[in-house]
């Protein structure tokens, strides 16, 4: 029998080292790091690739939106010295106004994917199809091209879709949709949209160590 996808837990990150809504500090997201050892940490390609019955410890998902700079100069290096994998979604207007990340894409190990997170960070939820053909055809089309690797993730901006905005993301090349649902995800969802969970704010440690107790606590159910 195929084995499928293990439950998980995704988490979203988005500005590091940082005060402010989305962001958390440096002190604060080491920390998370650390409380995730006990946990096989992977980018959401991983997760989607490792069947249950070749995984050992439970997994956690890292993933980072918006392509910030603090994701490249504080983010990898930290990930790289604890052996972690994450996925990264940019949005292409970002990077068309970032070098270094341009620069940097094509280099990025196999442990850590890429996905799209629409052309210019829209709502897509009741966008019409001329939008739609930029914000995820041509999204995904230009990154592939920048990183010279085609991607078949896509994040929502702002969580928001819609049934007729999921059809033409498959169609424009996304088979993984992920959005923020603050839930654990299963390989039920894999076919749908995906759950994540935003970590966000000066509780953000307590917030992760929650979910995490949470998880622990879930018998699976298939």
């Known amino acids: 029998m195929v084995g499928v996808s293990p439950d998980a837990v995704i988490l979203c990150f988005h500005d590091i080292g940082r005060v402010g809504r989305y962001a958390i500090t440096f002190d604060t997201f080491s920390g998370i790091l650390d409380d995730l050892k006990p946990y096989e940490v992977v980018s959401a390609g991983e997760w989607l690739r490792t069947p249950d019955a070749n995984t050992t410890r439970k997994q956690v998902v890292l993933t980072f939106d918006d392509g910030y700079a603090s994701h490249r100069d504080i983010v990898l290096p930290e990930l790289r010295k604890r052996g972690y994998g994450a996925t990264f979604f940019f949005y292409n207007e970002q990077l068309l106004g970032d070098k270094k990340w341009r620069a940097a894409l094509k280099q990025l190990p196999a442990a850590y994917d890429i996905g799209s997170h629409s052309w210019s960070h829209s709502s897509l939820g009741e966008a019409p199809g001329a939008e739609l053909f930029r914000e995820l055809y041509l999204s995904r089309e230009h990154l592939a091209q920048l990183a010279g690797r085609p991607t078949q993730l896509f994040a929502w901006p702002y969580g ?7 059809g ?9 949709l992920f959005s923020v649902d603050y839930r654990v995800a299963r390989a039920a969802d894999i076919a749908k949209i995906i759950p994540r969970f935003t970590v966000m704010g000066s509780g ?12 622990e606590r879930r018998m699976p159910d298939r």
């Open 204 to 215: 953000s440690r307590e917030q992760v160590r929650s979910i995490l107790a949470e998880f």
């Open 168 to 176: 033409a993301a498959r169609a424009a090349g996304f088979s993984y």
């Open 160 to 166: 928001s879709w819609s049934e007729p905005s999921a």
